[in-house]
């Protein structure tokens, strides 16, 4: 199984080599957005020491990094429990009927709801797929019918109640 495990992770290595040509990055730019993904609060000093370069080039490369898109942007990851918005739940919702102008006032709407910090449309029996972070089962239900009820394309919605984050990467591997 390991030596199966090893393989594929070596596919993927060379897939990703092949993605990024020299002309877009290479392994010192993927390097620094490693390493942000772990800490964006680094300095550019700091992170010049952990990718073995000097602050200006290092600098240089965080700018066209940021120009050209690969870093959107620099957050800081909150504890939801701590904020007594640890309740999760993945809200599958199927419209009414689907056409451009339906789909624009719902990504709308959805866009200026606060407890949906996610939202994805997707294939399949659902049309989206949202990500909301409630106090708990009480305020889901009344946000059910108070915000999510009153948009009138929505069809269908199926709750699923997150019991136990196993794995939650706000990175991606690069």
């Not at 640890?86 to 199927?94: A, L, N, P, Q, T």
Request: charged share 25%; glycine share 4%.
């Amino acid at each position: 199984m390991q030596t199966e495990n090893n393989s594929t992770h070596s596919q993927a290595n060379r897939h990703l080599k092949e993605l990024y040509s020299m002309d877009t990055l290479d392994k010192t730019d993927l390097q620094i957005l490693r390493i942000l993904q772990n800490n964006s609060k680094l300095t550019t000093k700091e992170l010049a020491a952990q990718v073995h370069l000097s602050t200006t080039p290092v600098f240089e490369r965080l700018k066209r990094l940021e120009t050209e898109g690969y870093i959107k942007k620099y957050v800081a990851v909150l504890d939801a429990a701590k904020l007594h918005r640890g309740f999760i739940v993945f809200c599958s919702v199927k419209l009414t009927r689907l056409n451009r102008d339906i789909a624009n006032e719902f990504t709308r709407r959805i866009r200026n709801i606060p407890e949906v910090t996610e939202c994805y449309n997707i294939s399949g029996d659902y049309d989206y797929l949202l990500k909301i972070h409630s106090p708990d089962m009480k305020y889901y239900q009344e946000f059910l019918i108070n915000v999510l009820g009153t948009i009138d394309s929505l069809g269908s919605l199926r709750s699923t109640f997150v019991m136990d984050e196993i794995k939650h990467n706000y990175g991606i591997y690069v």
